[in-house]
Structures are given as structure tokens and as C-alpha cells.
């Protein structure tokens, strides 16, 4: 499909790129990227995959915008306090750019549905706040071959990896097996967390996902970055694949999708929206 | 020239909020040690009852993971870097 004469002007500093050009542009305009959450993480990767003009757009999250999102929620505004996220997303998407397509779905991501939700995309984004879900959606990308781009933030340090299990790198149980169990590892809401950091890490998840769109550059697939906002340091680890993963490992043992409960007496490791 | 380990967020309670700290040790079962001296408690959120690094916990010895290197038994040199990177799971929604 050509681009048209506004097409062309909306994105001519990406056409300029010989990274992008007409070709890529192209590519940017037929992908389909599903967010998990817009939230923190979803809201500025959403914002720059729309402005990029990733042609279709979904994003799930089941919460109404809190006055306590704002201070990292950029998708959402003051009098949208009260309003379903995905609607408030959807709003301001479309203001953004107006030629993509956005579904938008206010539930609860789980075992029941998501292999529907995320089948007729390309990529899945992550920016979930708790382990169940990160786990549920590690796996269900590793049963439909999706690239899967992972992003956390904690106080003041995030991570981002891409996970391409499906072309023999690892998968998110490679480098983390199980999630954790209650009490040892806090939720953002009982800890706290630096609402630019949310940006940060959102938004180099939208740069991987470009890039993965793109085919440009060096893809993350065997690292996980790992920044820290008060060292100002940005660290690139490697990860390998686990030859006894469970997942995607030789002889596996998970082969259906599971659901961790998400009970009250375990906050620390489901999360809680907050 | 010692060994600098990156300490995570959630373990910066014990280190009196310090981001990376300096230590001498010949392994990283060693240094886990080390550290529980310096810090007490650090031990047990990195480790299981056995002493073993928690499967959510991952270590590694400049960019590479322990794992895939010789686990609790990996030798150190003056000068490695060590990261302590525990699974995170906030998207704060
Ligand atoms: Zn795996």
C-alpha cells in the first residue's frame, strides 16, 4: 500500500532514515502490537508506537484511571479520572494519529483469553505489574511464536528484554523459572517508583519493538538491560537459554497455560493495581 | 583493586541504601558470604535454606550469568563486577 501525501509528511523523518525509508515505514503502517496494561510502561510505548504509526494498536487493561496513575500514566489527564484506561487510551491515541487502528479491551488478561487477544498480532508488549501475568504471557508468546518485549520498574531501576523463545533465544522462565514467593519481593505500590522511570523503560520498549518491526539493528533477543536512574547506569547482561527450562527447553514440562493465583494473602508477588 | 557488586533496589534496606559496594572474595559463594558479614540478612534473600541462589535471583559475573558459568563455585579476580538482579515485575499499573 502506497503512503499517502499526509502519510508522507507525517512520517518524512523516519523516511529520511535509510534504517526506515518508504520500506520500513511501510512495515511500521501493517504491524500489529498488542500492550498488555496502560499503565506506566504501556503509556509511553503506546504514545510512540502510535506516533510511529504502528498500524494497529491493542491494549488490555480492566482499571479505571486513579488520581494516584497521573504522576507517571501519560495516556491519561485529570478529567479522565474515574474513565476506563483503555477508553482514555483510546482517546488519546487517536488525537495522536488518527490513521491507526486501536482495539481496546477492558478485562483482566488470563489464561481464558489471552491466546485469542494476542494471536492476530505480531508483538506483545509487557509492562504488566505483577509475576502471574508476566509468566501467562511469557507462555502463551512461546505458544504462538510471538516476539514478546518484557519492561519492570522498581523504585528507581528498571529492566527491558526481548524474548524471541520461538527462534531459539530465551524465554522469560529461562532466565526466571518460577515467580517468587509471597514476601519477598515488593510491589510498586507498597514500594514506590519514579514516575519518569516509567517513560524510560516504556519507551525503550517501544525502541525495540520499531527495531524488531524494522528487522534494524541488534536485536536484545540474548540480553536483558538493566538501568538504574540514581547511578545513571545502563548495564547489558547476557542471558542464555536454559537447556532445562520448562517452557522451551528440550524436554518440557509446561505445555498448557498456567494461572498462578493472585491471592490476597500474597500482595508482594501478584501486585495490585494500583 | 576489589570487586564491585551492583546491589538491587530491594536489597538497598541492608546495604544502608547503597547502590554498589566493594568487597574482596575468591567465588561468588564466597562473596555471598562476604556480604552476609558486611550486611547481615542479605544472605537470605538471595539465598534458599541451602544456600543455594533462589531461582528468581539471578547472578552475574561481569555480563555473564553464573549459571552458565560455574554457579556458586565461579572464581573472581580483583576487578570483576558482579550484579545482583532479581526478577522485577512492576509495570505500575
Ligand atoms: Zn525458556
Known amino acids: 500500500m502506497a503512503l499517502t501525501d499526509a502519510q508522507i509528511e507525517r512520517y518524512s523523518r523516519h523516511l529520511i532514515l535509510k534504517e526506515v525509508g518508504g520500506k520500513g515505514q511501510r512495515k511500521i503502517n501493517e504491524a500489529k502490537v498488542f500492550l498488555v496494561g496502560a499503565g506506566g ?7 510512540y508506537l502510535a506516533a510511529a504509526g504502528v498500524g494497529t494498536l491493542g491494549i488490555i487493561d480492566a482499571d479505571t484511571v486513579d488520581l494516584s496513575n497521573l504522576q507517571r500514566q501519560i495516556l491519561h489527564t485529570t478529567d479522565r479520572v474515574g474513565v476506563p484506561k483503555v477508553e482514555s487510551a483510546r482517546q488519546t491515541l487517536s488525537a495522536l494519529n488518527p490513521d491507526i487502528r486501536i482495539n481496546i479491551f477492558q478485562d483482566r488478561i488470563s489464561s481464558s483469553n489471552i491466546l485469542n487477544l494476542i494471536r492476530d498480532y505480531d508483538i506483545v508488549l509487557d509492562g504488566s505489574d505483577n509475576f502471574p501475568t508476566r509468566f501467562l504471557v511469557n507462555d502463551a508468546c512461546f505458544f504462538l511464536k510471538k516476539t514478546l518485549v518484557s519492561g519492570s520498574i522498581f ?33 510498586c505500590q507498597e514500594a514506590g517508583v519514579l514516575g519518569v522511570l516509567a517513560g524510560t523503560i516504556g519507551i525503550l ?48 514440562t509446561i505445555t498448557t497455560l498456567l494461572d498462578y493465583e493472585q491471592s490476597c494473602t500474597m500482595p508482594s508477588a501478584a501486585g495490585n493495581p494500583a | ?39 547481615p540478612g542479605i544472605k537470605e534473600r538471595v539465598c534458599d535454606e541451602h544456600g543455594t541462589v533462589r531461582r528468581f535471583v539471578n547472578i552475574y559475573v561481569n555480563e555473564e550469568d553464573i549459571r552458565f558459568l560455574t554457579s556458586q563455585d565461579t572464581p573472581l579476580k580483583d576487578g570483576d563486577h558482579v550484579s545482583i538482579v532479581p526478577a522485577i515485575a512492576g509495570g505500575c499499573a
Open chain 1, 205 to 252: 520498549q517501544a525502541a525495540e519493538t520499531l527495531k524488531e518491526i524494522l528487522g534494524a539493528g541488534e536485536s536484545l533477543a540474548n540480553g536483558l538491560v538493566m538501568y538504574d536512574a540514581l547511578d545513571m547506569t545502563f548495564r547489558t547482561l547476557k542471558t542464555r537459554k536454559n537447556p532445562q527450562c520448562a517452557l522451551c527447553g528440550p524436554n518440557p
Open chain 2, 1 to 39: 583493586m576489589p570487586i564491585t557488586v551492583r546491589i538491587p533496589s530491594p536489597l538497598r534496606k541492608l546495604t544502608g541504601g547503597l547502590g554498589e559496594v566493594q568487597t574482596k572474595a575468591d567465588t561468588v559463594g564466597g562473596l555471598i558470604d562476604a556480604l552476609e558479614t558486611a550486611y
Open chain 1, 155 to 187: 523504585r528507581f531501576e528498571g529492566q527491558v528484554a526481548v524474548i524471541k523463545a520461538h527462534e531459539g533465544s530465551p524465554c522469560y522462565r529461562c532466565l526466571y523459572p518460577e515467580p517468587p514467593p509471597a514476601g519477598l519481593v515488593p510491589s
Open chain 1, 41 to 47: 510502561l504501556g503509556s509511553p510505548s503506546a504514545l
